[in-house]
Structures are given as C-alpha cells and as structure tokens.
C-alpha cells in the first residue's frame, strides 16, 4: 500500500485512492474489512501513509495499526468499538491529526 501511495501520479487523491484500493483488494480477496476506519480517519491514514514510506527509516507500525482494526473490527458490537478505535486516530507521533481536511480537486 506504501508503494501505490508513494507512487500515485496525482497532486492530489493519494490516499484516497489508496483507501480505495485497500477496499478493492480486501473484498477481492474475500477479507471482511471495514473500510469506513480509514475514510472517517483520513488525517490519521495520511500521516502513517508518510511515516511508512520514509526510505530512510520507515515507521510502518502505524499503518499496519489501523490496517489490523479495520480487519478485526467486523462484528455485532461494531458500534462500541468503533467509538472506542476512534480515540486512538487523534495522534500519531507528536502530531495531532483531527484537524486534516481533505481538499477536493479543482482545476483552477
């Protein structure tokens, strides 16, 4: 996932478009995955996006933490541990990243 995010040929839509494929290969492969962990985390997925694709000294536990809560989050009690995963998508490292808005595209 690193990899296609590093490489993605666009200015914008990275992670979206990884977050996309995420999904696509999860329900390809018959994985049940809940998606809407990354969607409804954008800045938190973002931040460990980057921190994974340092070549010099990659952090990937970051991206492999929200990545095994999306595969274990599926379930009848979905909505108390959701809430409960979502206070740890506040902060990654020393950055705080609620406050990351995703821009939508525009040509001018």
């Not at 962990?37 to 921190?51: D, V, W």
Request: charge should be positive.
């Amino acid at each position: 996932m690193t990899k296609l995010w590093r490489v993605h040929p666009f200015r914008e839509g990275n992670t979206r478009a990884v977050s996309i494929f995420m999904n696509l290969f999860a329900e390809d492969n018959k994985l049940e995955f809940n998606g809407q962990i990354l969607s409804q985390h954008p800045g938190y997925l973002r931040k460990a996006l980057i921190l994974s694709a340092v070549e010099e000294a990659p952090e990937p536990q970051y991206l492999l933490k929200v990545l095994k809560d999306a595969l274990n989050l599926i379930g009848n009690d979905n909505t108390k541990r959701e809430r409960k995963q979502s206070n740890k998508y506040k902060v990654i490292k020393q950055y705080d990243v609620t406050n990351y808005k995703q821009k939508p595209f525009e040509t001018e």
